[in-house]
């Protein structure tokens, strides 16, 4: 805990005044222009692994990022999505999973979660994905399974980011793009879901080509 306190007074020493035009701006407003969805996992900071600054990304983050399908009750991730299409206007939405998580070992081992109702309650949003694992992939080892349900959860969460009804008129007009990432810690890949194949390919491989994509931006980059 020392470290963290130290830190935010070195930030506002040290980090701040080089920062000041940047936070200047930032303190009368905010335009994110992405709505960013992660897991809690301590392993994953999204400004760092996307290089970008305060600002331009509102981030909601809980185990597994998971987002629960619609329902007339408030919830955490739902108001917090609401507020980010409906009242900031994002344009774009990434569900940005990770390999490893422990959010989805659990959920491929829920005898394992009998002290924790709350976890194994929050994971039912997951069990559609679990069963897609148990069905098609029951031979494989156990590890190729969990990065699998890691993927198949992110495919999944976007199926029910597309159930709330401010993000499903929003697709329908095409005001609004879903994307589906998953992270790997060791190497900084990141892979997006290509839905014509069904998987997970390298980002740079994904949108090539794309608006959403410069054309030197792969330099140095090895898949
Ligand atoms: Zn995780």
């Known amino acids: ?3 963290v306190i130290e830190g935010t007074l070195k930030f506002r020493r040290e980090v701040l005044p080089k920062l000041s035009e940047l936070f200047d701006r930032l303190a009368i407003s905010q335009s994110p222009e992405v709505l960013f969805i992660t897991c809690s996992d301590s392993r994953i900071d999204p400004n760092l692994i996307t290089q970008t600054n305060p600002g331009e990304l509102f981030i909601c983050r809980n185990a597994g990022n998971i987002v629960p399908p619609h329902q007339y009750h408030a919830g955490g991730m739902t108001a917090s ?3 980010a299409v409906q009242a900031l206007q994002v344009k774009d939405v990434i569900i940005c999973g990770h390999y490893g998580c422990g959010a989805m070992g659990a959920a491929m081992d829920i005898d394992s979660l009998k002290d924790f109702p709350h ?3 929050w994971l039912v949003h997951s069990r559609a994905a679990v069963s897609v694992i148990d069905h098609k ?3 494989s080892d156990p590890q190729e399974r969990l990065d699998l349900l890691c993927e198949r959860n992110v495919v999944l969460q976007m199926q029910h980011l597309a159930t709330h009804p401010y993000i499903a008129a929003r697709l329908a007009t095409n005001e609004i793009e879903l994307h589906g990432w998953i992270y790997d810690v060791g190497s900084g890949m990141v892979k997006a879901y290509n839905s014509p194949s069904d998987s ?3 980002v740079e491989e994904h949108y090539e080509g794309s608006h959403h994509m410069a054309d030197d931006v792969t330099s140095g980059v090895t898949a």
């Open 200 to 202: 997970f390919i390298p």
């Open 137 to 139: 992939y029951k031979e």
């Open 81 to 83: 999505i609401e507020y």
């Open 1 to 3: 805990m020392k470290h």
């Open 119 to 121: 976890v194994l309650d």
